[in-house]
């Protein structure tokens, strides 16, 4: 389209992790802080995606089972997890402490994975992504994120990307380098 940058279109992912896991993790943030969910009550997860999206390759099940950063990554089950008990998915949730937690472990083990026929019309011009929650008590809570943080239609603000600079570079680069420039 000779109208349109394409670099418009570029998304900037706020969680390091699966690009298609973006919505995934983001509805699991946003359904503890909706309910102030204690994960610890968490008795079942769901996560939804759009159809296409399971017949991936990266949606393998290796990454079922993720034994070190390269499968919890790309971990649709892990990657929840982190958003239910920290939220947030960066550099810090990929440390062996993480990847060993039992707490982690007991999430994943009670997780599932299904397609959502009501994500599919966006596929694919969106990283949508849905969970749902069931607590030991039997209540339900869900959330579904269309367009994460950093995706075109919801973009990420200088301050987010400024955050994700530093946490990334956070013990590697002096923190004074491109404060003036940031």
């Keep these: 389209d000779l109208g349109r940058y394409k670099i418009m279109d570029t998304c900037i992912k706020p969680f390091a992790a699966h690009a298609l896991s973006q919505g995934v993790i983001q509805a699991a943030i946003d359904v503890v802080a909706a309910h102030r969910i204690d994960a610890a009550r968490i008795a079942a997860v ?18 079922l089972n993720p034994r070190n950063k390269e499968t919890a990554d790309h ?12 939220g947030a998915c960066g550099p810090a949730q990929f440390t062996p402490r993480c990847l060993d937690a039992p707490a982690v472990w007991r999430l994943i083990e009670c997780t599932r994975i299904v397609a959502d026929p009501a994500l599919d019309a966006a596929w694919p ?19 579904v994120c269309r367009y994460p943080p950093g995706h075109p239609r ?3 603000d200088d301050a987010a990307v400024e955050r994700k600079f530093r946490a990334y570079t956070d013990g590697v680069l002096d923190s004074q380098i491109g404060r003036a420039h940031v």
């Design 75 to 86: 971990s649709p089950p892990y990657l929840a997890a982190m958003g239910l008990l920290f």
């Design 46 to 63: 769901e996560l939804r995606y759009p159809a296409p999206v399971l017949a991936l390759p990266s949606m393998d099940p290796e990454k």
């Design 125 to 143: 011009h969106t990283m949508a992504g849905g969970i749902r929650v069931t607590l030991q008590d039997g209540a339900v809570h869900e959330s």
């Design 154 to 156: 919801n973009r990420l």
